[in-house]
Structure formats: structure tokens, C-alpha cells
């Protein structure tokens, strides 16, 4: 039972073209933010009149760029996992799928499978966009763009999985938030206001860094196991790459079992 609404799942998505219009502005999002900020420290680290303390050091830039991937990307996968469920709410599409499986844990899990590979679909395009970007940026000022360290492909990896997991994240927020406009709303408000604000507020403090260490964000951030734009030149520990992982799968754990027990039971006729 669990293959064929597996299939189904992925049948789903390949059909719809909101799933290669949000990987299009992925990948032209991304390349801006590590293309442009890769020019600009570029720019800074060779210019005469620039005190070189004002640009992070060579071999902390590039693996800082290419994380970039995870640090502004990670909002894309996780709208496409909440939409993947909000929609068939929207549209009404969720009682023939029960219909056909009647399981609906099976049905939650198939699409916590399939956009589990869509986002890390999504992680390969963001890691081209960002490495592409940012090592053409280095080339341009002279910078070494690290592609012959075999930490930096570790960290593509690594970013690879964790907009895979973001993915599973979103599947798990749609199954809670049922409504559309609501969990793309939170969604937005959360990645692009809260918790940067959040991460700013929490630097000042070392107890609050503590803390602070544990957001979604930092957590994606430690999983690449590079430096982010957000942790620049502040001091204070930070999760292993490993422990960022598990409190991403974590966090897609408890929100798809929330989800599941809360609206995904309900009736929806």
C-alpha cells in the first residue's frame, strides 16, 4: 500500500508547476545572495582603503557562501512540503486519496517520502546556484574557492540534506496549519522575520546564545557545519553538524505527528 501512494505522491507534484517555479527563484535567489555577497567581501578584501578586518577571512568566505544554500534557501523547500499537503485541503483532492488510501498515516508518510526527494532535488539545485555564484565571485577577485578541499564538498552534502529535511519540515506544518494562505503566512513570517530577529537578539547575550543555538535555523546552520552570515565574528559554541541534523528530523518528527492528530484525522468532507 505504501508504494503505490508513494507514486501516487510524486505523480502529484510532477504535475503541478508550482514545484519547478519555486526551484527556479531557488536557484536565481541563491546565486544572487552568494554572487553578490561573494563580490562584494571580494571587493573588500582586495581594496587598499578597506581595512581588511571588515572582510572574513579566505578560508571562512567560500564554505560561508556556499552555505548560503541553507542559511537564505531553506524557506523554498519548506514551502513547497506545506503546500504539498494545504493544496489537496484547498482543492478538495484529499477525499479520493483517502478513498484510494484508506491508511492515512500511510498517505502522510508517502508524502514525507516524496518531498524528502524533492528537497534534496532542491538542495542539488541551491548548491549549484550557490557554489556556481560564489566561486565565480572569488575567481573574479582572486580569491581560492576551496573546490579542491574535500570539506567543502562535505558541506555540499551536507546542505543537500538539510533542505531534504526542510522539505519534510513544511509536510509536517502543512499537516498542522491546514489552511493555504495561513501556513504560507506563518511560514514567510517565521524564516524571514522571527527567527533572524531572533538569532540578532539572542548574539548579545552568552546565556542567550545558549539558547539560541537551538532555532531551526542555527540548527540547518551547524548541520552544513559552516560559518553563516549570522554568526559572523560572534563567539560562543554552536551545535556538531550531527546534533543540527537530528534536531531538523526532530522538529519534522513532532510537527508531522502533530499534524497527523490534530487536522489529519478530521474529517474532510
Known amino acids: 500500500m505504501f508504494f503505490p501512494a508513494l507514486k501516487a505522491e510524486f505523480t502529484k507534484l510532477l504535475t503541478t508547476k508550482i514545484w519547478w517555479i ?19 567581501f571580494g571587493f573588500l578584501s582586495r581594496s587598499a582603503e578597506t581595512d581588511a578586518s571588515q572582510a572574513p577571512p579566505t578560508d571562512v568566505l567560500a564554505p560561508m557562501l556556499y552555505g548560503s544554500v541553507s542559511t537564505f534557501g531553506y524557506v523554498f523547500p519548506v514551502l513547497l512540503g506545506a503546500l504539498a499537503i494545504t493544496s489537496e485541503y484547498r482543492h478538495q483532492m484529499l477525499t ?22 524533492f528537497g534534496a532535488l532542491y538542495g542539488v539545485i541551491g548548491v549549484i546556484a550557490s557554489v556556481g555564484a560564489g566561486a565565480g565571485a572569488l575567481a573574479l577577485f582572486g580569491l581560492d574557492a576551496q573546490l579542491g578541499d574535500s570539506d567543502t564538498w562535505a558541506l555540499m552534502g551536507r546542505a543537500v540534506l538539510a533542505l531534504a529535511l526542510w522539505a519534510v519540515i513544511g509536510v509536517g506544518l502543512g499537516a498542522l496549519i491546514p489552511n493555504q494562505v495561513a501556513a504560507i503566512v506563518v511560514t514567510l513570517a517565521f524564516t524571514q522575520f522571527v527567527e533572524p530577529t531572533l538569532r540578532a537578539i539572542v548574539s548579545f547575550a552568552e546565556w542567550a546564545a545558549a539558547v539560541g543555538k537551538f532555532l531551526p535555523g542555527a540548527a540547518s546552520d551547524a548541520l552544513l557545519g559552516a560559518p553563516s552570515f549570522f554568526t559572523m565574528g560572534m563567539t560562543g559554541e554552536t551545535l556538531e553538524w550531527w546534533q543540527g541534523g537530528l534536531l531538523l528530523a526532530a522538529l519534522a518528527l513532532v510537527l508531522s505527528v502533530l499534524g497527523y492528530f490534530v487536522s489529519w484525522k478530521r474529517d474532510v468532507t
Open 22 to 40: 519555486l526551484a527556479i527563484i531557488l536557484f536565481l535567489y541563491v546565486a544572487g545572495v552568494s554572487g553578490g555577497l561573494g563580490a562584494l
Open 96 to 117: 479520493p486519496t483517502f478513498l484510494a488510501t484508506p491508511k492515512r498515516g500511510v498517505v502522510l508518510a508517502a508524502k514525507s517520502v516524496a518531498l524528502l526527494v
